[in-house]
């Protein structure tokens, strides 16, 4: 199985921040990877595919990048809206695995 | 707008058995691979179970296999989940997505809990 290792497990910043998350797979991915966000009681919500592509009506202060086995999520300006949970996500290969996510919290 | 909404989560005891459905709207359903994805309380995402559109390959995580099943019935435009042997680490809000350019989940359901206690 391809394990996928976030980091930080959270981070604290303000509104108006660069944040960077990181995702590292066991084994090479190619460009086989999502991310998503997630806030409290709700549902995740896919912000990027294969690395890099921005999913339809996410704004573009976020991106992706990478490929193979490490990979960065990016939000250029933190916005407060985006407090939140974000995981990656492997696509590769069966059984899909996630990422222990990564929490933006408020400074 | 596509709409995924599950139902049949509840309260169980060890050893029981419980079935979700996830009901598609506003999608050809019988289009998309599906699958069913986990969220045990305060902890991350955990793929549970993969089915392809035709229903002819399905993929399970270890930690269900030989316990749950996943099926559909496209003419209803339904996913499942069959959960039988349920122990208290199943509990969960379980999700199902839409697995969008085999690679990754562009629509969720809202989730249904299910919690697993004597």
Known sequence: ?????????????????????????????????????????????????????????????????????????????????????????????????FGGGTKVEIK | QVQLVESGGGLVKPGGSLRLSCAGSGLTFSDYYMSWIRQAPGKGLEWVSHITSSGTTIYNADSVKGRFTISRDNAKNSLYLQMNSLRAEDTAVYYCARFFGLQSFDYWGQGTPVTVSS
Not at chain 1, 20 to 46: D, E, H
Not at chain 1, 55 to 76: A, C, E, K, M, Y
């Open chain 1, 1 to 97: 199985d391809i394990q996928m290792t976030q980091s930080p497990s959270s981070v604290s910043a303000s509104v108006g921040d660069r944040v960077t998350i990181t995702c590292r797979a066991s084994q090479g991915i190619s460009s086989w990877l999502a991310w998503y966000q997630q806030k409290p009681g709700k549902a995740p919500n896919l912000l990027i595919y294969a690395a890099s592509t921005l999913q339809s009506g996410v704004p573009s202060r976020f991106s992706g990048s990478g490929s193979g086995t490490d990979f960065t999520l990016t939000i250029s300006s933190l916005q407060p809206e985006d407090f939140a949970t974000y995981y990656c996500q492997q696509a590769n290969s069966f059984p899909l695995t």
